[in-house]
Each structure stands twice: as structure tokens, then as C-alpha cells.
């Protein structure tokens, strides 16, 4: 990942972390905690790519996962992030833009399940049977709508954000030396021809000049 899209990234993650730590998570509604990591996660994913969402969606995972009031182990939920950081890069078209924003809604909708389902198996794994108690079917209404709900104000922004360093500055510098360079070769060829042409033209001096010499002694 470029330099500008990893400063982009760790400001969206740690910013949509403190927002739903310190905001949504105290609504207290039923169900799900609307998850603005996760929608974060999709709308970069979806203008970088797998490889890059799959990256970002460990290190917001690993962040939340070290963030109080975290009480779930390490690595848990950083393992969902990048799975579902990578499944939605793959969405991404060769344009880099979608057309329609169904697609974005139906990935909003199956990350919020996915994520759900894929936390709690996680958990079931290390004998976490808090989701059994909380009430699986619940959960996955709740997150599902909440994320839908949150995402028309999010999901549209960052990717208009994420989609301002698609264009590197760096590698347009680089572009930009190439033709600097080409420019370079063009004003070296036209001071070239300058001075050929200042030659030719002194040549030609040269030559009226001799021959009105001659002229002249032709005259005396």
C-alpha cells in the first residue's frame, strides 16, 4: 500500500473506532452495536481492493481487539475484518467505481452477517457462548439493519475520500519527471537547432559578405 493510502486508513479506522466506542456503543439499542469499523473497512475495500482491504481490515480488527472495553481475545475480531476486508475487495471493478448502489447495500448487508456469524463461530471455537445467551437470530437482524441503516452516510463518503489517493501524487510526480525529462530532450533538441540555425545563418552572412567584397573589387 502507498503512503497516502495507509495515513488515509489509520485515520478513517481510529477515527470510526473512537466514534463507535465512545458514541454508539452508548446508545444502548437493542440487539447489535451499529459497527462503523466495519463499514469503514467495506468502502475502503471496495476502492482498493482485496489485498489492501484485507491488510486494513486486520489492523482495525487488531485495534479493536486491543481497545477498551474490549473483552474478547486478541486477534478474534482481526481475523473477521481482514476476511471480510478481502471478500469485499473483491467487488471492486476494473474502473475502480461501482455503478449501482446495490452492490454496496448487498455487501453491507452480507458483511454485517458474515461478521456476525464468523465472530460468534470464532468464539465458539475458543468457548465463547456469549451469542448463545445474547440470541444468535437477534444479533444478526439487529447488526444487519443498524449497518444498513449507517450506511448511506458512510459507505459513499470514504470511498469519495479513499478515492482522492487512487491517483498517487508520487507516482504522478514520477509521470511528471518522465516528461519533464521528455521536455528536457525537446528544449535540448530546440537549443540544437538554434544553433544550427544561428550557424546557417552566420554561413550565410559569411557568404554575402565575401561576395560583396568581390562585388566590390569587381567595382574598383
Request: aromatic letters at 4%; charged letters at 15%.
Amino acid at each position: 500500500m502507498r503512503l497516502n493510502r495507509i495515513l488515509l486508513s489509520t485515520v478513517l479506522v481510529v477515527v470510526a473506532l473512537v466514534v463507535q466506542v465512545s458514541v454508539l456503543a452508548r446508545l444502548q439499542l437493542p440487539g447489535a452495536v451499529p459497527d462503523l469499523l466495519l463499514l469503514v473497512v467495506l468502502a475502503l475495500a471496495f476502492v482498493y481492493g482485496h489485498t489492501s482491504g484485507a491488510l486494513i481490515g486486520f489492523g482495525a480488527g487488531l485495534l479493536a481487539d486491543l481497545v477498551p472495553p474490549a473483552d474478547h481475545a486478541a486477534g478474534r475480531y482481526a481475523l473477521v475484518l481482514c476476511v471480510i476486508g478481502y471478500l469485499a475487495g473483491l467487488v471492486k471493478p476494473e474502473s475502480g467505481q461501482l455503478r449501482s448502489a446495490a452492490v454496496p447495500m448487498v455487501a453491507v448487508v452480507g458483511a454485517a452477517i458474515g461478521s456476525t456469524l464468523l465472530y460468534a463461530l470464532v468464539g465458539a471455537l475458543v468457548g465463547d457462548t456469549a451469542a448463545r445467551h445474547v440470541g444468535l437470530g437477534s444479533l444478526l437482524f439487529t447488526a444487519a439493519l443498524y449497518d444498513l441503516l449507517l450506511a448511506p452516510f458512510t459507505v459513499p463518503l470514504i470511498m469519495a475520500i479513499a478515492r482522492r489517493t487512487v491517483n498517487d501524487p508520487v507516482a504522478e510526480a514520477s509521470g511528471g519527471g518522465d516528461v519533464s525529462s521528455g521536455w528536457l530532450a525537446s528544449g535540448t533538441g530546440l537549443r540544437v537547432g538554434d544553433q544550427r540555425g544561428g550557424l546557417r545563418v552566420r554561413a550565410t552572412r559569411n557568404r554575402a559578405a565575401r561576395a560583396g567584397r568581390v562585388k566590390g573589387v569587381k567595382r574598383l
